[in-house]
């Protein structure tokens, strides 16, 4: 569960029930809730992406991989369109580089992985990080990212790890970075194909 969403529920409950908690411990809790928030903001660098695997999170079966950025996932009997948190792949009409990050990403998902729910976005989807469910988890978004498959969609994103990845794709010109154009900047090109 994320802090924010944490502190939430923690702070509906302490209205609904005011005799519940003491201030020392509603106090605790709002401090614990920040420095979870701290070290996910500052400390993201520190830790190994292979740590990060969430403790909450569903595992889920792949069933379609639209683009780059776009999956339909079978969690349970639900069915979840997910847009990767944090990335921005080309679109598959940006030949050739859509179809290059649609079959890269079909390349390193395996059929089954771990949705940790982050968001929904103005189209109904689940915005979310897709991790492998192996030994050692990857976190599918940022290899996107790593191999020059996907751009760090910086308006909704602001985790370092994400842009330091970004940083080290384009200084090695891996993916969309070994040629300039408007395929590393997607949502300039949707901007100009929807006008």
């Not at 809730?33 to 999170?57: M, Y």
Request: hydrophobic share 35%; with cysteine.
């Amino acid at each position: 569960m994320r802090p924010q969403t944490f502190l939430k529920h923690s702070l509906r409950a302490k209205l609904r029930n005011p005799g519940r908690f003491s201030a020392r411990s509603v106090g605790s809790v709002v401090l614990a809730v920040l420095a979870l928030w701290a070290v996910e903001r500052w400390a993201g660098a520190l830790i190994p992406n292979t740590w990060r695997l969430p403790l909450s999170g569903q595992d889920c079966r792949v069933e379609k991989i639209s683009d780059g950025d776009t999956m339909n996932l079978r969690c349970g009997t639900r069915l979840e369109r997910v847009r990767l948190y944090c990335i921005d792949a080309p679109e598959i009409a940006q030949k050739p580089w859509g179809t290059r990050a649609r079959d890269y990403l079909q390349s390193i998902t395996p059929s089954n992985v771990r949705l940790l729910k982050i968001d929904r976005d103005q189209y109904g989807r689940t915005v979310g990080e897709i991790y492998t469910t192996d030994a050692k988890p990857r976190l599918l978004n940022l290899d996107m990212v790593e191999a020059g498959q996907a751009a760090v969609y910086r308006q909704f994103c602001d985790d370092s790890r994400y842009l330091r990845t970004e940083r080290a794709a384009r200084a090695a010109k891996r993916g969309i970075w070994g040629r300039r154009g408007e395929h590393q900047q997607p949502w300039d090109y949707r901007g100009r194909t929807r006008e």
